[in-house]
């Protein structure tokens, strides 16, 4: 099993683009979230959903939509990327349940300029 | 909603030393509790969790944490300290549900030769 697969790992765009993170897990897990790692800050969530069809709003929703079709892909959508959107993303799965670890893939470094 | 505090954004040891990384949390519940590790340019790993059973418990490459429901605490600990330990750790607490993490600001682990 691959895990949670993001891709890319590093990106550059200017401010106003748009770009697409991408996100796929293979272990069957319904639960899926995306973070944002800022220094000092720690982890925030942006948006996560519990089952296909299912999206909901994290701590950090602003300037982020998701999306959620199947149990496997859950992209993150930058709709115009401003440059306090720089950072590095990890998309997380898990079993929803307590006592579930949640399972990162290897994070995608954003840069906008 | 919960929170979680660590002690020490940095903190440095000596090769062979002992390893104390603090971590507290704020909950009437008792908590499902996880530490993680990340290596640089990686995504988060599990080290170990707590999910109520023993209140000691082990984790991979010799790390251990003990929850104190007295103290709101879950410090992990390692006798000895490797060079390959050097990373960013990651105390979190879970809610019930698994609906979401909480995670810690992260202390920066460096261990000297």
């Known amino acids: 099993n691959a895990g949670v697969t993001q891709t890319p790992k590093f990106h550059i765009l200017k401010t106003g683009q748009s770009m697409t993170l991408q996100c796929a897990q293979d272990m069957n897990h319904g639960y899926l979230s995306w973070y944002r790692q800022d220094p000092g800050m720690g982890l925030r969530r942006i948006h996560y959903s519990v089952a296909a069809g299912i999206t909901d709003k994290g701590e950090v929703p602003d300037g982020y939509n998701v999306s959620r079709s199947n149990t496997e892909d859950f992209p993150l959508r930058l709709e115009s990327a401003a440059p306090s959107q720089t950072s590095v993303y990890f998309c997380a799965s898990g079993l929803y349940r307590g006592d579930g670890e949640l399972f990162f893939g290897e994070g995608s470094r954003l840069t906008v300029l | 909603a919960q929170s979680v505090t660590q002690l020490g954004s940095h903190v440095s040891v000596s090769e062979g030393a002992l390893v104390l990384l603090r971590c507290n949390y704020s909950?009437?519940?008792?908590?499902?509790l996880f530490w993680y590790v990340q290596y640089p340019n990686q995504g988060l790993q599990l080290l170990l969790k707590y999910t109520s059973a023993a209140t000691l418990v082990k984790g991979i490459n010799g790390f251990e944490a003990e929850f104190k429901k007295s103290e709101t605490s879950f410090h992990l600990t390692k006798p000895s300290a490797h060079m390959s330990d050097a990373a960013e750790y990651f105390c979190?607490?879970?809610?019930?549900?698994?609906?979401?993490?909480?995670f810690g600001t992260g202390t920066s682990l460096t261990v000297i030769p």
């Open positions: 979190a607490v879970s809610e019930l549900t698994g609906n979401q993490f909480y």
């Open positions: 909950s009437s519940v008792p908590p499902y």
